[in-house]
């Protein structure tokens, strides 16, 4: 089985993509505690460091570099500032390669790096990975929709990927296996969500709606995929059997009736994020452990927040589960 090194690994959504595609995960890192123990609960069998990537001096040799560093800086939902410090955290996924020398990397990030204003932090991105290493990588990018690889979501992501230069083989990157352009419709919500209570007390974040939340559609039906999965609470979308949203104007909307509404729960936008429970190594629905390794106080009142977290962070499963897959053999 060949061996992956994974960093900023949170709750294992990229890694579970990796280990069903056949990758033995070594090592994980992140600097959140409670991304560890949803990770350990759910993938128990990985060496998961806890702390900052920065001080980690070494890493385990291994086949394959996987990291999604993180996006604040420029995701939709974030600050947008693009030299802030959190944007440079790719130089560590640099320094990681530069050390491992894999033969193969994969890298994710928010597809607004695309843009103008972040194309440089990309242009940077791709020059630090093609020339890292004895050999440097040969390296392609390109922009995925989760839900075109059987995700109940759309979540687009930019996704790069390395092979080193001395195995001189081209990456091609996944055609949908989902949708239109294939013969297996779209994974819908209806169907991520089957077998689910409706109304998981407890499970689902019920702070009132206010204006911000309501400037745009947040609901989609039950035979659509959904929107985003987000990681604040307070932003996740509605879940279908809230009465739909009539736009009154511009960038206000209200509900039809006043039938009760909702959002997503954590387990559904688990679900919603591709953790089927095929992708877990005990073949259920993700684990949530109820307390956090290491915290002082008690933040039970807060594990909701903390649940939806990690999820909403998360790469979708299947999503690093086709990138991994369409890897040339380059492992024995
Ligand atoms: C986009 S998320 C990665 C999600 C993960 N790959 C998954 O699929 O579940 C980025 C992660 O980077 C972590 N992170 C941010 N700064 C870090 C640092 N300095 N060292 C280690 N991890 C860090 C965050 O806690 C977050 O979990």
Redesign the pocket.
Known sequence: MPTAV???????????GVIAAGFDVIMA????AY?HDVYLANFPETDYRV????TIANFPAAELL??????QGFSQGGARIANRK?NT?YL?FARALNLIQPKAFIA?NVSGLRRSTYRHLLEDQLKQFSEAGRHGYDVHWMQLNAHEFGVAQERKRLVIVGIRKDFNIPFVFPGPTHGPLTDTPYFTIANALDGLPDWPEGEFCDDPFHWYYLSRNRRRDWSEVSKTIVSHMRHMPLHPISPSLLRINTDKWVFESEAPARRFSYREAARLQGFMPAYTSHGGDMIFPESITGAKADFSHNMLRHKYR?IG???PPPL?HAVAGALPNIWD
């Open positions: 994974s960093l900023f690994s949170g709750c294992g959504g990229s890694d579970a890192n992140d600097v959140l991304a702390g900052d990537v920065q996987v990291g999604c560093y993180p996006c959190i955290l560590e994710e990690v962070n998360a790469v690093f």
